[in-house]
């Protein structure tokens, strides 16, 4: 199983961008997928994640400002962000969890839980 996060980049405060991640080497659609972002010189954290049955998780930081989604057929979820902040820069990651449990999202989806993870994207938020 291999995962592609793509889509960061540079943006001034206010803007948006589309984080994807891509899942290959995988048959089924069964897992849950999580966005973590680690700042420089802070712990890597949880920012959302989306089940196989479509519950969502999202950090106080982020609710109201991004939105998960997936695409099955594609294999692929997406983090759209907007009114992104400084504080958002981040490297972002995304990783699958071999299951499709409410309680676990409800829990805010525990990266120690997670089975595969994907290199990380860089997301700058500056002027």
């Known amino acids: 199983v291999q995962l592609q996060a793509s889509g960061g980049g540079l943006v001034q405060p206010g803007g948006s961008l589309r984080l994807s991640c891509q899942v290959s080497g995988f048959t089924s659609d069964y897992y849950t997928i999580g966005w973590f972002r680690q700042a420089p010189g802070k712990e890597r954290e949880g920012v959302s994640c989306i089940s196989r049955s479509l519950d969502t998780y999202y950090a106080d930081s982020v609710k109201g400002r991004f939105t998960i989604s997936r695409d099955s057929a594609k294999n692929t979820v997406y983090l759209q962000m907007n009114k992104l902040e400084p504080e958002d820069t981040a490297a972002y990651y995304c990783?699958?969890?071999?299951?499709?449990?409410?309680?676990?999202?409800?829990?805010?989806?525990?990266?120690?839980?997670?089975?595969?993870w994907g290199q990380g994207t860089l997301v700058t938020v500056s002027s």
């Open positions: 990783a699958l969890y071999l299951a499709n449990i409410r309680a676990y999202v409800d829990r805010g989806c525990p990266q120690r839980n997670m089975n595969y």
